[in-house]
């Protein structure tokens, strides 16, 4: 199975509509993922054939204003997505200031920096501060080199994180994201707030890994599928995770087994045979898992 990563910023007339077309598309080709549509545009992470995604592609950028989306796409397995949802939404991606009424302007987005611009930033060894637009935990099991990673676990979160960052105003920032979507409104918002000298990574962590072979990523991407994370950097890959039991260094996630704790956390293999996919012993005791 391969991956489509993609987004687009535009005016949706009809949602529904939309919504009903990308159902029918994605049914007839086989395609499985999750697509989500507001009025202001289209998010969507989709797996299927080649050929199917060729044509989804082709068909989907018919669509009124999705004539030019820019597309990632990334090997999969059939694990990645075991079904499909297409959702209309009130947004494509929640910074929460909208239903404050005190929304962000994309038009004050920042520039983009181009992937081999941000590998050549890192190799002048000039000063400027990269800033992770992602959540905590996905920022744990890997992040760009001295990247600020905000302690939240939902983007509605970042605006209080950019006012603990004040300092930074007249400072070089970059932000990145998995895919540039979040950055959008993320860099939006920090110009908004008076934040001077602002770019956003183009494309996000994706492209920068299948453009630059991945220098200055420590550890691995973070993805909303069965894969969990994949790798990003060829050229001198490390570990950044630590197994939430015993500290070794490993890149890989587990559920909690106890379903009222569900908690997603770093698990070395046999820490997790240890505490039967327990984030505790505590948890182990309660495993969904367990037959009485
Ligand atoms: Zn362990
Ligand atoms: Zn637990």
Redesign the pocket.
Known sequence: MHVLLYYKYTDIEDPEDLKEKQKIICERLGITGRILIAEEGINGTVGGTFEALDQYMSETMCYPGLSDIEWKISEGNDQTFPKLRVVVRPEVVTLGLKERGKDVSLKHKAHYIEPDELLRLYESGEEFTIIDARNEYEGRIGKFKDAIVPDIDNFREFPEFVASIEHLKNKPVVTYCTGGIRCEKASSYLKEQGFTDVRQLHGGIHRYADTTGGKYFDGEMYVFDGRVHVPVNQVNPTVISE?H????K?ARYVNCCNAKCNLQFI??E??ETEYGSGCSRECQKNSRFLTA
Do not use: A, K, Y
């Not at 039991?245 to 070794?248: E, F, L, S, V």
């Open positions: 197994c039991h015993c500290g070794t490993v698990c070395c046999s820490c």
